[in-house]
């Protein structure tokens, strides 16, 4: 499973992240990098335990190295999103 569960954590934080850049754009935030990247954290970070419920693998090393990556995943993307849709 370690070569799906980043992107199946990117995959399922997709929803979530769209609608946190969507609801922050109407929050105008001073850094939009920054305020793009804490969405993706959390959409990945809600998205992670969502995956944990299925994933059969619960290794400390595990999910230590591929779920932080499947987190890391969305928050790159929406670092990367949030500057350029969250402009004033």
């Known amino acids: 499973t370690w070569m799906v569960c980043p ?16 609801a922050l754009r109407a929050a105008a935030p001073p850094r939009p990098a920054l305020a793009g990247a804490g969405a993706g954290f959390l959409s990945g970070a809600v998205a992670t335990l969502v995956y944990c419920i299925h994933c059969p693998e619960m290794e400390a090393p595990f999910l230590a190295v591929w779920y932080v990556l499947g987190i890391l995943v969305p928050a790159i993307v929406g670092a990367f999103l949030g500057s350029r849709l969250l402009r004033w």
Do not use: N, R, Y
């Open 7 to 22: 992107w199946l954590i990117a995959m399922l934080s997709v929803p979530l992240l769209a609608g946190l850049l969507w």
